[in-house]
C-alpha cells in the first residue's frame, strides 16, 4: 500500500459509498435468473475494477474486504460468504489479468472476474446446501457473467478515461 493522505483515504472511503450503494441499490432490484437470485449485473464491480487500477492491488484488496463488511452489515449477514467468495475470485481474476498482462482490456478482465465470481458463488451455494446439482446452472450463469462482465469493464473504461485527472492521479 502507497503511503496514506487525507486525500487518498477520502477518495477511497467516497469510492467505498459509492460502490456499496451500488450493490445495495442491484440487490434490492428483481433477480435477472430467477434460477440464481445472487448474479447481477455487479455494478460496484467497476469501481472495484477502478481502485485496482487507480490505486493498486493492495488498496484493492482491502477495498474488496471493506465492500463486503459493509454490504454484509446493510443487506443481511446471510449473503457474506457467498459475497465474499465471488468478490475475492473477481479480485483476484482482474487483479491477476491487469498486473500481469497490461496489454489485455479492462472489459476483459472484468469478463474473467465475473466468471469466476459466479462460479465461487455458486460453489459456496452448492457447500451450504450441500446440492451438487446446482453447479448445471453454470453455463447460463457464466454466459450471462460475459455480458455482464463487459458491461462493467466498459464503464471503468470511461471512468479512468473521461473522470478528471485530479481524480485518478494520486502520487
Known amino acids: 500500500m502507497k503511503h496514506f493522505t487525507a486525500r487518498r483515504v477520502a477518495s477511497l472511503g467516497v469510492l467505498l459509498a459509492l460502490a456499496s450503494t451500488l450493490f445495495i441499490v442491484e440487490s434490492l432490484l428483481p433477480p435477472l435468473l430467477p434460477m440464481a437470485p445472487y448474479v447481477r449485473i455487479g455494478l460496484a464491480n467497476s469501481v472495484v475494477l477502478f481502485v485496482i487500477v487507480v490505486f493498486g492491488a493492495a488498496d ?10 459493509v454490504t454484509a452489515l446493510a443487506v443481511s449477514p446471510f449473503v457474506l460468504p ?13 487483479t491477476v489479468l491487469y498486473l500481469l498482462f497490461p496489454k489485455v482490456s479492462l472489459a476483459s478482465a472484468s ?4 466468471i469466476l465470481s459466479n462460479i465461487a ?6 457447500l451450504l446446501m450441500r446440492a451438487g446439482s446446482l453447479f448445471i446452472q453454470l453455463p447460463v450463469i457464466c454466459a450471462f457473467g460475459v455480458a455482464a462482465g ?7 473504461t470511461f471512468l479512468i478515461k473521461y473522470l478528471p485527472e485530479r481524480l485518478t492521479k494520486f502520487s
Open 150 to 156: 463487459v458491461i462493467v469493464g466498459v464503464l471503468t
Open 60 to 69: 484493492g484488496l482491502l477495498f474488496v474486504l471493506l465492500k463486503n463488511a
Open 111 to 114: 469478463v474473467a472476474g465475473a
Open 82 to 94: 457467498f459475497n465474499l467468495a465471488g468478490s475475492l475470485a473477481a479480485y483476484l481474476a482482474m
Open 121 to 126: 458463488r455458486t460453489a459456496v451455494a452448492v
